[in-house]
Nanobody, 124 residues
């Protein structure tokens, strides 16, 4: 069983940065695509970024492209989401997800392992 635990969320001023982490246990992250999604209050869960199995392709939502970088350290079984130039509209609960030997898809239904989420709040 794959378990994912996010951390690194918090309160930050607009223009600031945060790095989210996602520690994976139970399986080797190297065999999985990983992604980040977010859910703002009253809104559906939305795709943020994904990193394909093998780390050969990365996919970003238009709303965060150029401000966000997804990465991973397979030796540490940990994924990351570096977020810069944060805006109040980035406020949401951020979730990491994993899919076995998958492409960097933006479709949430492709991911069958999810973390519990970490809150990111950006003040104006």
């Amino acid at each position: 069983q794959v378990q994912l635990v996010e951390s690194g969320g918090g309160l930050v001023q607009a223009g600031g940065s945060l790095r989210l982490s996602c520690v994976v246990s139970g399986r080797a992250l190297s065999n999985y695509a990983m992604a980040w999604f977010r859910q703002a209050p009253g809104k559906e869960r939305a795709f943020v970024a994904a990193d394909s199995w093998g780390g050969t392709f990365r996919n970003y939502a238009d709303s965060v492209s150029g401000r966000v970088t997804i990465s991973r350290d397979n030796a540490k079984n940990t994924g990351y989401l570096q977020m810069n130039s944060l805006k109040p509209e980035d406020t949401a609960v951020y979730y990491c997800a994993a899919a076995y030997q998958s492409a960097a898809t933006s479709a949430s239904r492709a991911y069958n392992y999810w973390g519990q989420g970490t809150q990111v709040t950006v003040s104006s």
